[in-house]
């Protein structure tokens, strides 16, 4: 493993464990040149379909890509790390199930957004104004429209 500190190419191990949703081994390493340590995390690798996009493009699944846009949505609201990755996974293993080779944005986009709305109103909100591209004020309003009778019927 490369020191993000050094560049130094060894290492050695300090501690395994499973991380805490126990779908990742984090090891702490202590570079052999600079003594600075870092965390890794090792995952399976899974080999997910790949994702077509709406200009009909074909790109793999990419879980950083997820993230990052999730991370934006969640952006000073109180949602945690791990209730992201809650999702995150919930997402990839919904992916596997469906055994499918290719799998369309939009599919992924839907379950991010139904379990936003579940999660956080004002991400919700914010993913769906990038996902769903609003053209103008009116889109946005009906889609805070529908969240309200969404939650007054709850």
């Not at 369309?104 to 991400?123: F, N, P, Q, R």
């Amino acid at each position: 493993m490369k020191c993000p500190f050094c560049g130094f190419l060894e290492d050695k191990v300090i501690d395994s464990r499973l991380a805490k949703d126990h779908s990742a081994i984090r090891r702490r390493r202590e570079c052999l040149s600079c003594n600075r340590r870092f965390t890794t995390f090792e995952r399976v690798e899974i080999n997910l379909p790949m994702v077509i996009k709406r200009d009909l493009s074909r790109e793999p699944f990419s879980r950083a890509k997820i993230e990052n846009g999730l991370l934006k949505a969640c952006e000073k609201r109180p949602v945690s790390q791990e209730r992201i990755d809650e999702l995150i996974n919930g997402l990839e293993q919904m992916l596997r199930e469906s055994g499918e080779k290719e799998v369309a944005v939009a599919v992924i986009g839907e379950y991010i957004m139904s379990a936003l709305k579940e999660l956080d109103d004002v991400a919700y909100i914010r993913f769906a104004s990038v996902y769903r591209q609003f053209k103008d004020i009116g889109e946005f309003m009906q889609e805070l429209q529908g969240l309200l009778k969404h939650d007054s019927e709850n």
